[in-house]
């Protein structure tokens, strides 16, 4: 009978043991057990971060991070996210570094490393080569008294009560914690160092982040200056020059070519019952006053926001105070932003 048994539950197919599961309650009990982690360890991590920052203000190099197995993985994101918030960094394998990678190592930088036992045999060899070598260390451990943390000059305490896999084997709360630690490092010394948007925007020049951060309206006005014309312009004549424009309207302008209105194709069809001659109306009986206007040089995801808040498709973009072209609501979206 426990042959029977056993072989019925063998034989069962995925769907089958996923219907037997509350996945809800691992989910459920992965999520308490990060969050239970991190807050255990965001009062002690604080009062060390504090001198870490300074150990990192006070080295003139680069911040060398450094792991093997998960944490390795952990110390390229940490890499990835100093670099991308102003702090120079390079990932340095703990393996590697012990045949030949050490040579990345320069006077003047700071090195992390991170291990949750800190007595792995390569972290172990690694933290004694670099014994020979006059630079700062960080550990990032879950032992406070391992070979690592005694051997560095600061410890940042990541030790966990358990990891969420239920035999307590596989890293994953001990993982969360090394890289939310990671991020607080990141983000405290990008405040430190007053590292502020414009900034961000110089290092993230593509994709949608980069647009949001860098793309002006200046750079989506291309031909749309021909968009334009006077109060007296006939709406007859007006019309053509706005299906010329191909922005869906046409901005009113004086002799200086200070904007006066705008007339949208909503507003011709709001009044189309009214333009049944359309040479006899002028443009001045039919525009809005008070057309939506930005200079050239914000920047793009702020006149999206304009947009949407007026609910309105185009927005007149100026040069100096003056007409420059018209920028419509699909353009933005277009850019992804």
């Known amino acids: 009978m426990i042959f029977v048994h056993t072989w019925r539950a063998m034989s069962a197919s995925p769907q089958e043991l996923l ?10 009990r992965v999520y308490s057990m990060a969050a239970a982690a991190l807050a255990d ?17 006070q080295c003139p190099g680069r911040i060398i991070v450094s792991g093997i197995g998960k944490s390795a993985l952990i110390a390229q994101k940490i890499v990835a996210t100093l670099n991308s918030t102003g702090s120079s960094a390079i990932y340095m394998h703990a393996a590697d570094a012990l045949h030949g990678d050490l040579g ?19 972290i172990r060899h690694l933290v004694d080569a670099l014994q020979r070598f006059d630079n700062k260390l960080v550990a990032m451990t879950g032992r406070v008294d391992s070979h690592l943390a005694r051997a560095a000059d600061a410890v940042l305490d990541t ?4 990891e969420a896999d239920p035999n307590n084997l596989a890293p994953t709360t001990s993982t969360t914690v090394q890289m939310v630690t990671g991020d607080a490092l990141a ?20 994709g949608s982040l980069g647009k949001r951060l860098h793309l002006r309206l200046a750079d989506l006005v291309g031909d749309s200056h021909v968009a334009h014309t006077t109060a007296d312009t006939s709406m007859g004549d007006a019309i053509l020059i706005m299906s010329a424009g191909r922005k869906g309207a ?13 007339i949208t194709d909503g507003d011709l069809r709001r009044n189309a019952s009214s333009l049944q001659d359309l040479h006899a109306i002028k443009v001045r009986d039919l525009m809005s006053n008070d057309p939506a206007t930005m200079e050239g040089d914000s920047l793009a995801v702020d006149a999206l926001d304009l947009l949407k808040e007026r609910d309105i498709s185009q927005i007149i973009v100026l040069e100096d105070g003056k007409y420059s072209g018209i920028v419509h609501l699909h353009q933005l979206l277009d850019e992804g932003l």
């Open 104 to 122: 990345i190592l320069q006077s003047g930088d700071l090195v992390l490393i991170i291990s949750q036992s800190g007595e792995s045999s390569e």
């Open 19 to 28: 219907k037997r599961m509350d996945i809800s309650k691992v989910v459920n």
């Open 41 to 57: 360890k965001a009062d002690s991590v604080s009062e060390a971060m504090t001198e870490v920052v300074a150990l990192c203000e």
């Open 187 to 206: 983000i405290s010394l990008q405040v430190a160092r007053g590292f502020e948007a414009q900034d961000f925007a110089r290092l993230h020049p593509a």
């Open 250 to 262: 046409i901005a009113i302008v004086d002799d200086n070519r200070v904007c006066l209105g705008i």
């Open 159 to 162: 030790s966990i009560t358990a």
